[in-house]
């Protein structure tokens, strides 16, 4: 395969690549559904297996790997009244101090959102004083008790009024539900945009598209089999089905649960590193790409064309591993100049 373009600056230096760590809130009340979506997205579950989960007891704390060298400190925090009064108060500098992101999780039928909205307003108060720069994503969840012909009404009202109580801040919202795709798609926004070295990711995904002739590429990470970037031909924009990467996601991981079940692997393992699909109106495969990432190539029938694409594909790890992994431990590691730069 031809070589993939570099950067402009003719490689990625130490610096860039460094591993980054964010400080992730996941903040509602009690019995929002918080624990049950990070457990589907990060865990492998499914949406039948959360009803075991019990409450969260004061911050439940995990550290998840992504690609671009990003390591999310997630703070999953319990939504007890009795928490909330501490982490405003005693804990108030520790909880709110250094936060990237606020993941704020409103339940749609909850019989008190005013006071749902009070406790949303203090914190706001707290992340503008500890953290003004951070990132505000409010999901509206729990969205499939509501009746389809209700549903964009009760989103939209709640969504005014939690602007409404925001301040400077712009939360993006989102309305979900752990029963169909639109919690990947949640999920999916918020850690593309939290992804380093995104912009570089996705040069290097549209030029691996074209040199192959795909229709379209996925590229997804690897922990929670979200599609965090694509390119698409003309062919591949034209498809009506809108909805189609969270789709996907969802099969990929309810076959991953599969996979577990009957091989007695853990849920966290990878369970595959090839899948293909060959039909009469289409190709796809998905390959373990890099250290945190799958990558799926959508392409027009044919073998030959199939063969020459996967061969492709597997060239072009080494190009994307630079922009996905820290740099192993060396004697130039460290140091500036050009010698100490890597190939982009």
Sequence with gaps: MDQLTPDESGGVSPEVRKVKKKKVLLMGKSGSGKSSMRSIIFSNYVARDTRRLGATIDVDLSHVKFLGNLTLNLWDCGGQDAFMENYLSQQRAHVF????????????????????????????????????????????HKMDLIAPQLREDSYNDRVAAIRGKSDAFDPVPFATSIWDQSLYKAWAEIIHDLIPN??????????????????????????SFLVVSHWASEIGQANPTTDRFERLSNIIKNFKQSTSKYTGTPKSAEQFCLLELKLSHFCMFIVKFTTNTFLAVILPPGEARFNSALENAKLARKEFESLDSPPKRGPDRGVSGPNSEMAG
Excluded at 115 to 126: G, H, K, M, P, V
Excluded at 204 to 222: D, P, Q, S, W
Aim: some cysteine; aromatic content about 10%.
């Design 198 to 223: 995104l912009p570089k990711i996705e040069r290097h995904l549209k030029t691996l598209g074209i040199l192959i002739e795909a229709e379209e590429v996925l590229l997804f990470e690897r922990a």
């Design 97 to 140: 101090s250094n936060v990237g992101v606020l993941i704020y999780v409103f339940d749609i039928e909850s019989r008190d959102f005013d006071r749902d909205l009070a406790t949303y307003r203090a914190i706001i108060t707290a992340l503008s004083q500890f953290s003004p720069t951070s990132s505000i994503y409010c999901l509206i």
